[in-house]
């Protein structure tokens, strides 16, 4: 026997889930403004900017236990609930990964003067500009994340996902770009320095993977949700 009222009921828990989702954007965006104005900011300002990813990386966590007793209070389908976890989990890497690279920048930031061989400028601009084209084409791919989260068709959740995806792809030519300028200056950079702009490179690139992985599963769990 079927119950239709019942599956309803079961089906907009699961949508309420997604929609307190959605509520990670205020988060997300501000996180990446933060990382952005980190990398040319003086040590001073950095210090300040880092005690508010500190504060938004526990915001994160905080919303994370919020839906993930929302998630396991039994309302939603068994069949999701692997899917459901893992989507939280992912949604909450944005803002861990966020937070550790903040902390990287601040490190930089406070040893920079002092680095023995001084710092390439040439390299060093470049690394900022791929930096912050990466961050501005991941808070594209965050708002597309907040539109999938809203969608009631399932049409328009693979055209959002396709567009992440052009996203994740132009995110890693920036880096490989960058990447391969960084190994021609090898010898002639200090090696905290090279370490550094390869750590920053390496975890944009991570933030924007989180967010595809996240758009992953969002296709995955509504496609159970959304008719």
Same mark, same amino acid.
């Given at each position: 026997?079927?119950?239709?009222?019942?599956?309803?009921?079961?089906?907009?828990?699961?949508?309420?889930?997604?929609?307190?989702?959605?509520? @990670?954007?205020?988060?997300?965006?501000?996180?990446?403004?933060?990382?952005?104005?980190?990398?040319?900011?003086?040590?001073?300002?950095? +210090?300040?900017?880092?005690?508010?990813?500190?504060?938004?990386?526990?915001?994160?966590?905080?919303? *994370?236990?919020?839906?993930?007793?929302?998630? +396991?209070?039994?309302?939603?389908?068994?069949? /999701?609930?692997?899917?459901?976890?893992?989507?939280? +989990?992912?949604?909450?890497?944005?803002?861990?990964?966020? =937070? @550790?690279?903040?902390?990287?920048?601040?490190? @930089?930031? =406070?040893?920079?003067?002092?680095?023995?061989?001084?710092?390439?400028?040439?390299?060093?601009?470049?690394?900022?500009?791929?930096?912050?084209?990466?961050?501005? /084409?991941?808070?594209?791919?965050?708002?597309?994340?907040?539109?999938?989260?809203?969608?009631?068709?399932?049409?328009?959740?693979?055209?959002?996902?396709?567009?992440?995806?052009?996203?994740?792809?132009?995110?890693?030519?920036?880096?490989?770009?960058?990447?391969?300028?960084?190994?021609?200056?090898? *010898?002639?950079?200090?090696?905290?320095?090279?370490? =550094?702009?390869? *750590?920053?490179? =390496?975890?944009?690139?991570?933030?924007?993977?989180?967010?595809? +992985?996240?758009?992953?599963?969002?296709?995955?769990?509504?496609?159970?949700?959304?008719?």
């Amino acid at each position: 026997m079927r119950f239709p009222g019942l599956q309803r009921i079961i089906e907009t828990e699961e949508e309420g889930v997604l929609r307190s989702i959605s509520s @990670y954007k205020d988060l997300w965006i501000r996180s990446i403004e933060v990382l952005r104005e980190e990398l040319t900011a003086q040590p001073d300002r950095v +210090d300040s900017l880092n005690q508010e990813m500190s504060a938004l990386e526990k915001a994160g966590d905080e919303r *994370t236990v919020e839906i993930k007793e929302k998630v +396991d209070s039994g309302a939603i389908a068994p069949s /999701l609930l692997v899917d459901m976890n893992r989507l939280v +989990d992912k949604c909450d890497d944005v803002l861990d990964k966020a =937070h @550790y690279l903040s902390r990287e920048i601040r490190r @930089y930031a =406070h040893a920079r003067a002092s680095i023995n061989g001084g710092v390439t400028p040439e390299i060093e601009g470049e690394a900022v500009k791929s930096f912050e084209h990466m961050l501005a /084409l991941a808070k594209e791919g965050i708002e597309l994340l907040v539109f999938m989260l809203s969608s009631k068709r399932f049409s328009e959740l693979s055209q959002y996902r396709k567009k992440i995806e052009q996203i994740e792809e132009e995110v890693d030519e920036v880096k490989d770009r960058l990447l391969d300028s960084l190994y021609r200056y090898s *010898t002639s950079v200090p090696y905290i320095v090279f370490e =550094h702009l390869s *750590t920053v490179v =390496h975890k944009i690139d991570d933030i924007v993977d989180a967010s595809e +992985d996240i758009a992953d599963v969002v296709v995955t769990v509504s496609a159970s949700v959304v008719k």
